[in-house]
């Protein structure tokens, strides 16, 4: 599935077939070597004016199948493909589409946005209204793929003392992606004892933002 969507590797009937999905109809189509779900999506003003972000900025994938699922060097693709407005994700503060990029906004924020580009409302409860839309290990991944990555590196390096080791190699990746290079054992150390952790800590967020 991971494959690109070539002749060769697309199993799929591209016929002309048909599915319903989320107050939508899907037609699956062939031209030429490039095959479509939504045809009227196909052209760049057609997806910008659907997703109303430039192709640039967010492609299909980024919306319909988020990084949410964790590999062990970084969070993949969702293998379920959804929508942003489902009112399972967003209505249950669950990790979505939109926050994953948008990272200083808030679930309400996001309920309105939807609600006036997309027409879709969600009810959101007021305990939901001013948090953000992914758990803060699940958003470290998010930084690390942002312009806002650096802005996060003083809230980051905090997770770095962690008690659950698994929980602080999320964050060094994260912190490491950011810096755009990895941190020696000298700088931090994953599996160190507490005491040379903080000293290490210390040292870092020291040089911090110009680590």
């Known amino acids: ?91 249950t503060g669950m990790p979505n589409t939109c926050n994953l990029c948008h990272l200083d906004r808030s679930l309400a924020w996001t309920r309105d946005t939807i609600a006036s580009r997309w027409g879709t409302r969600v009810t959101l409860s007021p305990s939901l209204m001013p948090e953000f839309g992914a758990n803060f290990e699940l958003a470290a991944g998010a930084y690390a793929r942002s312009p806002l990555g650096r802005t996060a590196l003083p809230a980051l390096t905090r997770h770095l003392e962690e008690p659950n080791a698994y929980v602080r190699l999320r964050f060094l990746l994260a912190v490491e992606r950011i810096l755009g290079r990895r941190l020696s054992d000298e700088e931090y150390t994953l599996m160190g004892g507490d005491e040379r952790r903080q000293t290490q800590l210390r040292l870092l967020r020291g040089r911090l933002p110009n680590l």
Do not use: K
């Not at 969507?5 to 030429?32: H, I, K, M, N, P």
């Not at 980024?62 to 489902?86: A, K, L, W």
């Open 1 to 91: 599935m991971n494959q690109l969507a070539t002749v060769a590797s697309v199993l799929g009937d591209f016929s002309g077939v048909g599915v319903e999905y989320g107050g939508r109809r899907a037609v699956f189509l062939r031209q030429g070597d490039d095959f479509f779900g939504h045809q009227e999506l196909a052209t760049l003003a057609g997806a910008r004016s659907h997703s109303h972000h430039d192709a640039d900025q967010a492609s299909c994938l980024d919306c319909h199948m988020p990084r949410i699922v964790q590999g062990f060097t970084g969070y993949n693709r969702s293998h379920r493909i959804s929508s942003p407005s489902e009112p399972e994700i967003l209505a």
